[in-house]
């Protein structure tokens, strides 16, 4: 990817982004790198403290640093608060997403009675439903499937091969990566002697605004009420989202997580990788589930919570693990022996 | 998802599906809704006792619930002996599928040799390869892939953008939520001085009836045989079944779990969400996996089986967890203090 | 799948693969098969002596054998040192993928600007963007998506649906399965009062010669340097691999597992179902993960690691799980236990 750009300067970036430049503000700057491969004319950063013995080899022209780091290079540099949250901004400069070219592609498919935004895009090989809305600058990319009903906000993005079921309603600002699926079925199922029942779904997805939804993330249609995650949420990819979840606006969760149908998520938590929540449970605001981690009871207090087996040699684990299944005897063993030998 | 239809009277439901009418059986019903937030004119459903409390905020016009909860209201009402199950029934008449709309959309491509029921549908942008077999009453949605020699039988359900590679068969009513992937090849390699060797995947991959499964969830075809997913066989979203796996009639696996090569499951078998099972192990009929838990041994005895780590904070975590690693050492100080004491 | 071909003799088989013929040499053989089911004129083959009990009873025509299962069958047989590998290569004799039809399907878009190898195939619907090149003898099926400046080397397979986000390069013999998304954005977000500002990902990713990578797995573009797959890697399905992930040459990782932002594998490591690999930790060359463990350190020392829950009945889980969070304090009281009898 070329990632260099007409260069600017250090002075110039400060006067659009902020900060204060220490050294020579005049340095030019072309392209971003990190530390350990930025090379000259490139602008790089250092985000946390720890990495700081990475400053001293670095080639970069120029690095972002947070105020602890202001005299830890010699380089000309940008002192900021928030260094990362800086280099965020001056990425988003660096790296614009690519124009949009507004139309709809000749081999598109668009049905009869759907409205898309004159200065939107519908790719290649794309489908479009009945009775869609779509707003101003969105990109549908190739391949996309819109089914009826849905409607769209301004500004979104959505990726190569995306599909959202019918009725799904998506917010302003929504990027959606490939393998996306909105709106498929939730798991419902009712037994009936020995055989399962399906439960239709006649719910929708409620996707708020400057959402972010990872590669082949999936996030099922509610089954009477509607599936909901609230604005500025975030999913990684191949995450499960289950019927009739609801994510509390700001909510981080990292790839290949699962949230079981009609859990209920608050605002601003975060949920680690390969992390489990179980189904009809509330995570009240603010809480921190880490990876690998399975909640199976609602969570009242704010706060990080983690069950991770710890990192073992399989020769520590063939050792160790059997005793897992039976700590109730050693509990009672040693229980007993407390007892005996008080008496004693 | 405008989910009103025309509207019926309690006792209409009744002559149709069965129940006691127990109230006021004239009043007309349009839609569905939870107790929570059902409104007039709607039916609701209580399934587990233990909600009961909803019931008495409830809106609903009228509500289905079992024996035990006959009198816990007074809404005009429906007992029957399973609320659940006689909700999927009514959900089926209120939310029916969408009609097919016969025939083949002009922007799919369709190879020489196949044969697709007169009934049936072929979206736009779909693919459909050679000698392949549809039967009657299908709906192969817009960008559906099915490659070269595969059978389905009737009223089977493909939504967009499913893929079905070469010679797989596909029973009748089955379903087939987007993002699925049927028939890839199974994950088999030999190992060669420090490279692996491609084993080709010469077997497929055969779905009886009734079968659904949920979005981007992918089962492999087998190396030599098959594999096998019997009759009435549900499947959540994002789950993977590998090579030559057997999948017994009547088992419902929830969202991200695992089952790895040549596992043989039995029927009416649940696995919850994330759970693994191992490969080339055999779980007998009538097995229930928890949520987050691996199963690596065969299992010859009907029942539950568990092994989730309890749910802790993140600081009960970070002081018991060490320990789980030298369990083996507490066992044998605890065994050499009761050898002491006894001999003392 | 019709796995038949014109036959051959057992005698033949050893010529172009080598190993010792025992018993008749002329026996011919017109497809392959398991111990279990293989027929009269199908071919089988014994890679661990542990099931060798199935040999008894095969129906086969003829076997491939160890050494040390030599003398465990009357069967005619080709003993090999590994039968395992051996196998593959009669498979890939017995298993050719199918040819390749050169040219572009007439309803695949191209964009201008791209340069196709003139014996590779385009399949029908597939998007090709602008500055592609593609080398020789690659298939890029139906539904492929191709976006600009991907670069691909010869002889790749490209199955329905893959997508490859922009400036991705993809090496030589290279498979991907259906739903396989390459390049999408990595999950980079910086803190901002409560709000989460997206970090564009302006890296690649670059995949080796000899990949092959399973249905619906993801593999995220690096955020500033790429995220790179060594020669000969094979991944399984439904896998994530983070942004700027390295994985060395012939690693092997198995389904659903996650590999979190910038963690580095080495070389001919192998990494089970479901695993969970930390962000920003390094595995030496030569480490085996087991399934369903989660790796949170560096790791620097070759071997396997281990940590999993044993297998538990839910009675026995009830029982015992609890005790886990207090492990502190069974450990605390032992210790106390000790030193009160010590004293006595």
Redesign the interface.
Known sequence: ???SRSPVTLNELADRFGGEVTGDGSVRLSA???LE?AEKGQLSFLANSKYRRQLADSKASAVIVGEADRDATTLPRIVTP?P??Y???V??F??P?PPIVPGV?R?A?VEAGSAIGSSSSV???A?VGKDVVVGERCMI???V?I?D?VTLGDDCRL???V?I???CHIGSRV?L???V?IG??G??????Q???????????VIIGD?V?I???T?V?RGA??DTVLEE?V?L???I?V?HNVQIGA?T?I???A?L?GSAKIGK?CTIG??A?I?GHIELCDDVHV????????SITKP????????????A?????????????D??A??KA??K??AK?
Chains 1, 2, 3 share one sequence.
Not at 316 to 328: F, G, K, Q, T
Request: charged residues 20%; aromatic residues 10%.
């Open positions: 990817m070329d990632t971003l790198g990190t491969r928030h990362y949250l280099f965020a901004r990425a988003a660096f790296f997403p592609h081999s498919v790719g290649a090989l489908y990319s190739n391949h499937s089914a009903g990726f190569a091969g599909v079921y019918a009725d990027i990566h490939s393998g699926v498929a079925d798991f419902g199922l009712a037994p009936d020995g055989r399962w029942v399906k439960i239709p779904q006649g719910g929708r400057d972010e990872g590669a082949n999936t099922d009477l009420d500025g975030k990684d990819n191949q499960q289950g700001h981080a990292a790839g290949c699962g079981a601003r990788g390969s489990g179980s880490s990876a690998f981690t399975m909640i199976s009871k706060g990080r919570y983690t069950s991770q087996l710890p990192q073992m040699t399989h520590e684990w063939r050792n160790s693990a059997p005793y897992i299944r039976r700590l109730d050693l509990a063993e040693l022996l407390q005996r030998t004693g």
